[in-house]
């Protein structure tokens, strides 16, 4: 963790060689690294990581390519993008299993680029925390029917400073285990 964090003249890294295959723990890895203006990590093999927390926090790119990406096993994606205010663009793998997934607070947090965002790949069945997690956001609609919500217990803050949001369905929403709804 934290391999990178804070290196804010960093403009470039060549991932080619890293071998990431044992590696469990990718939490604050490019955090705050103000200068990288691209991010390739095709060769990144995440099958092990665990804890992704704020691995792209406050990155200045405008995309990001993922779609190798299999977290299989991540329990944590809290604030993965929190703060990346100029991400327009995020390209998922369209087949990735996210069954071990507990926590995503803050994920979206403040990525007022973003025009839409896909959670629609992601299992949350097993997701305990939801806090924060589109706080400060610019997208007008959301759709979140495909959001699993029964095992949720935090969604303090959910959709915080939201203002360009015009409807919200929460029709599906399954609230029956949460405990702190405030400021959603």
Same mark, same amino acid.
């Given at each position: 963790? *934290?391999?990178?964090?804070?290196? *804010? =003249?960093?403009?470039? &890294? ?21 200068? #990288?203006?691209? +991010?390739?990590?095709?060769?990144? =093999? $995440?099958?092990?990581?665990? =804890?992704?927390?704020?691995? @792209?926090?406050?990155?200045? &790119?405008?995309? %990001?390519? %993922?779609?190798? @990406? ?30 071990? %997934? *507990? ?10 680029? +973003?025009?839409?965002?896909? #959670?629609?790949?992601? =299992? ?8 924060? +997690? ?25 959709? /915080?400073?939201?203002?360009? /949001?015009?409807?919200?369905? /929460? ?5 029956? *285990?949460?405990?702190? $709804?405030? +400021?959603?």
């Amino acid at each position: 963790n *934290k391999m990178f964090s804070y290196c *804010k =003249d960093l403009a470039e &890294i060549n991932s080619n060689s890293f071998n990431t295959s044992n590696v469990i723990n990718m939490s604050s890895m490019f955090y705050n690294c103000g200068s #990288l203006s691209k +991010l390739d990590l095709s060769s990144f =093999d $995440i099958k092990n990581v665990i =804890d992704m927390k704020e691995m @792209f926090k406050a990155l200045t &790119i405008t995309s %990001l390519d %993922l779609s190798n @990406f299999e977290p299989n096993k991540v329990i944590y994606i809290d604030n993965l993008f929190d703060s990346c205010e100029q991400l327009e663009y995020i390209n998922w793998n369209n087949k990735m299993k996210t069954s071990s %997934l *507990k926590s995503m607070s803050g994920m979206y947090k403040n990525c007022k680029a +973003l025009t839409c965002f896909n #959670l629609e790949l992601f =299992d949350t069945s097993k997701v305990t925390n939801m806090a924060y +997690l589109l706080e400060g956001c610019s997208f007008k609609n959301i759709s979140l029917d495909y959001l699993d919500t029964s095992s949720v217990e935090n969604m303090q803050g959910m959709f /915080l400073r939201c203002s360009n /949001l015009d409807s919200l369905n /929460l029709e599906n929403f399954d609230i029956s *285990k949460v405990k702190n $709804i405030s +400021l959603m």
